[in-house]
C-alpha cells in the first residue's frame, strides 16, 4: 500500500479495515486507481478549505444508512444472478444491480466529488445531469472516471422496465438494442469498485491529515454503531457473517460455536456491550439451522462487565465474566434454574480443577507465585460464580452461592499455607465437577458416544 501511504502514518483500526477491504477487492487496479484520486482531492481541499471539506464529508457520513440499504440490495442482486438457472432471470437481476449501483453509490459519491468543487448539484437529479456535471469537469480524472460508469440509456431502459432477454438470439434487449449481458454485469461491479476505492481514499486522505480535520458533533446513527460492534467482535477474534437490528434488539449471524469459540463469543458480546450500551438484548444467531441463538440480555451484560470491571486491565476478564453471561443466556434459552447452576457449578469448578493441575509442578517445588496465581484464579472464579448466582432464583442460586463461598474461604485459608498444600488443594472443585460434569451448553450440538 506504499503507493497510498508512507510507514510513518499510524494505522488506526479504521483505516486498517480500509486498507484491508482494498487489499481484497476483486478489481485492484481500478480501485487503487479510485482510491488514489479520491485521496488527492480530498487531501488538497483539505488542505486549501478544511471546513467545507469537513462538512461536505459529514453529510456523506450521514447518509450511511442508505448506504448501508444500497450495500445489502446489491448484494442481494449479485446472489440472485448467481443462482439463476435462466438467462432471463440473470438478466433482470443484472439490471436491478446496475441500477442500484448507479442510483445510489455513484449519485451519492458524484455529489460529494462535485460538491468538493464547488459544484451544486440539484436535488434529485437525474444521472443523465449528473454525468453531465461530472464531464463538464474534463480537468478532474475523478469525475471522468465516475462519468465513464453512466449510461443513461441502460438506465432508461430499466426504470421503464424496456429490456427483456431474447431467448432466440440469446441476447440482452435494451430499448430494443443489444446489448452484452456479462458487458452490463462487468459495468455494474465496476461502478460499484469505484464508489467504495473512493472511500477508501478519503479514510487515507483523513488519516493522513489528522491535524486539520474539524469533528462534528458525534453522530449516532445505527450503521456508525453496528460498525463499533464488528470492531468489537474483531477484536475478541470472533468471526460475524452479519448483523441486524430490531429495536433494541441486535441479531449477529455468526458460525456455529464450539466449546473451543465459546468464550470468543462471550468476549464478543461484552465488548460489544461497552460499544453500543443501548442494546437491550443480544442474540447469536448459528449457521447451523438447528441450533438455538445464544441469548444475552442487558442483565447478563451488565453482571458480566460489572466482574470485568473489578479485574482491572492487566487480567483476562474470561473466563469469569463469561459465567453469569452463560448463567443468563441458559435462562434465555429456556432452561431451568436448576440446569443453569449445573452449568455455571461444572465449568467454574473445571478451571480450578484444571489450573491447579497445570501448576501442580511448580506448586511440588515450592514456587510462591504458582500459589498466589492459583489463589488470585480461584477468587476470581468465585467472584463470577457469584454474580452468575444473583441471576438466579431459588435453590439455583444458593447452591452458586455455597460454591463462591467455599472457594473463596479455601483461598484465605490457603493463602499461609506453603506452595505444595495446594497441589491437593481446593477439594470441593473436584467433588463439584464430578457432580456436575459434563456441561449442558443447548448452543453446542453433543457428540453421540461413537464420536468421543
Known sequence: MRHLIDDSLPLTVKLLNHLA???LSDRPL???????????????????E???????????????????????GQIAYRDAYNRAEHQEERA????????????GDVKRTASVVLELLGRAVPQGASLATVRDLLAAEDGHPLCQLLASTIRPAWRNANAHE?????????????????ADLEQVLDAAVRARTICHGFEHGVAVAYAQNAPLIIWGAEDSNYVGRDLSILQAAGEARF??????????????DVP???????????????????ADPSVERWELRQTSSGRP???VDRMGADAGLQVEESLGEIVDPLPFSALPLLANAMTNAGEPSEAAASTVLCLAAAHVVGERDRLSPALAHGDPAAKNELISTTKLISDGAKAAAHLLEGPARRKLLAFAQVLAGDCHRLKTAPPFELVHGFVPADRTLRRHAPARLPWITRFDDSSV
Open 162 to 178: 424496456d429490456f427483456r432477454w431474447d431467448p432466440v438470439n440469446s441476447t440482452l434487449l435494451l430499448g430494443g438494442h443489444p
Open 256 to 274: 456455529d460455536v464450539s466449546i473451543e469459540t465459546l468464550r470468543e463469543a462471550c468476549r464478543a458480546i461484552l465488548r460489544a456491550a461497552v
Open 92 to 103: 433482470r437481476a443484472a439490471m436491478d444491480l446496475y441500477r442500484a449501483v448507479l442510483e
Open 293 to 295: 441463538p445464544l441469548c
Open 239 to 252: 468471526p460475524v457473517l452479519d448483523i441486524r437490528r430490531h429495536g433494541d434488539l441486535v441479531q449477529v
Open 50 to 72: 478544511p471546513e467545507l471539506t469537513c462538512s461536505v464529508i459529514a453529510r456523506h457520513v450521514d447518509r450511511e444508512p442508505e448506504m448501508l440499504s444500497s450495500h445489502r
Open 30 to 48: 481500478v480501485a487503487h486507481r479510485a482510491a488514489l484520486l479520491a485521496r488527492d482531492l480530498v487531501a488538497f481541499h483539505l488542505k486549501s
Open 21 to 23: 477491504v482494498l487489499a
